[in-house]
């Protein structure tokens, strides 16, 4: 199938709106939506009459509801835009707790993704994008205690960066910068050993397969600097998200990569305080929608 399919996220949040919203501004014609019609006529109104995959949702449209029954319809969409093979995907936000309800114990969107697409051990890696500033996560939706990087790790998911800078955004020889661990890059070891016993050693194993790579940089200053590379990696999610967030705002882009389907979606959640309300912004939306256009 040559068009983007496009989820839009759990009933009772914001993903509706967003992307009826968003497709009302672009002029598009490549796009298959995968939602329930109930759904988007609860939202608003489409300018065209874009192609629709039925997810059928029995429940009634609560907004601002978490449910079993949306946590099932939003994983079922997800599923569904895996398995028809799209050019690419966009996804509108979900609840992990009405995923969670729903008897899908996944920690988002990206996980789903990989269990569906993921073939021959790739591995789904979280990229954010504003422009020219992207970051990497080496661990995703993580409690900050449980936060764990290994020298594999590192190794692993710098290679597979490398890869799509090299295949999809043909940069022969992109600069990446690594974020340090502990504040002050662990102080040789005084404020951490994370540094000295597993990122400078992945670090050096990268440049000697030819990968441009810092050694671990003390975070709190390395972001000041994230134009001069083609890409930061951050070993943990506010490390990375905060910083291009802050800069970026709903601008920001997050990308699957890794799998062979590029997935986009916006940077922000359900916003169940907002939604049916009719003031969602759709800039971030927009933004996904064209990150893979």
Not at 68 to 81: D, I, N, T
Not at 118 to 146: C, I, P, S, W
Not at 234 to 243: C, E, F, K, S, T
């Amino acid at each position: 199938m040559n068009k983007i399919a496009i989820t839009t996220g759990d009933p009772n949040g914001i993903g509706a709106e967003i992307t009826i919203k968003a497709l009302n501004k672009l002029d598009l014609s490549d796009v298959v939506l995968i939602s329930d019609s109930k759904i988007l006529d609860f939202y608003g109104k489409l300018n065209k009459n874009f192609e629709i995959i039925e997810i059928p949702y029995n429940a009634d449209i609560e907004p601002g509801k978490i449910s079993a029954q949306a946590g099932e319809f939003s994983f079922l969409s997800v599923k569904k835009a895996c398995e028809i093979g799209a050019k690419a995907i966009v996804t509108a936000p979900v609840a992990k707790n009405s995923l969670y309800l729903a008897g899908h114990k996944f920690n988002g969107q990206t996980e789903i993704l990989q269990k569906y697409l993921a073939h021959d051990n790739q591995q789904a890696e979280m990229l954010f994008v504003a422009g020219n500033f992207r970051v990497l996560l080496l661990t995703r939706h993580v409690a900050l205690k449980d936060v764990k990087i290994t020298y594999d790790m590192v190794v692993e998911k710098v290679l597979n960066l490398h890869k799509f800078f090299v295949d999809k955004l043909k940069i022969q020889s992109p600069k990446f910068a690594l974020c340090a661990f502990n504040p002050h890059a662990g102080e040789d070891g005084i404020l951490g050993g994370e540094e000295t016993e597993i990122l400078i050693p992945a670090a050096e194993t990268l440049r000697k397969k030819g990968i441009n790579i810092t050694n671990p940089l003390p975070a709190d200053t390395l972001f000041v600097k994230a134009l001069d590379y083609d890409c930061v990696i951050a070993n943990y999610h506010d490390q990375g998200l905060i910083p291009i967030k802050t800069v970026a705002g709903n601008r920001t882009v997050n990308m699957t990569i890794g799998l062979d389907i590029i997935r986009t979606s916006p940077p922000h959640g359900t916003a169940f305080d907002i939604a049916g309300k009719n003031i969602a912004d759709e800039t971030g939306m927009i933004e996904a929608i064209k990150a893979v256009l």
